[in-house]
Nanobody, 124 residues
């Protein structure tokens, strides 16, 4: 049974940083592309970042480029999202997802497994 478990969310102030983690189990983690998405209340799920199975390729949404860094540690079956200079508009539930076909995709339909999400709230 595949499980993705996010952690690291919380309530922070504008300008703060957070590092989200997503631990995977029940899958050959090092073979999967991993992505981060977010969903704010009343809005559609939005792509944030993705990283290839080896970690050698990354892609970011234009809205967060330069502000977030995605990385992974395949020895720990974990993917990370470092977020800096957070703004109130970054408030959302953040989800990690796994793509078994190894695509570098911004489309959430291409991801096979999802975590339950972690809430990030940025106060002004």
């Amino acid at each position: 049974q595949v499980q993705l478990v996010e952690s690291g969310g919380g309530l922070v102030q504008a300008g703060d940083s957070l590092r989200l983690s997503c631990a995977g189990s029940g899958l050959s983690f090092s073979s999967y592309t991993m992505g981060w998405f977010r969903q704010a209340p009343g809005k559609q799920r939005e792509f944030v970042a993705t990283i290839s199975a080896s970690g050698g390729t990354t892609r970011y949404a234009h809205s967060v480029k330069g502000l977030v860094t995605i990385s992974r540690d395949n020895a720990k079956n974990t993917v990370y999202l470092q977020m800096n200079s957070l703004k109130p508009e970054d408030t959302a539930v953040y989800y990690c997802a796994a793509d078994r076909l190894g695509r570098i995709s911004e489309n959430h339909y291409n991801y096979d497994y999802w975590g339950q999400g972690t809430q990030v709230t940025v106060s002004s």
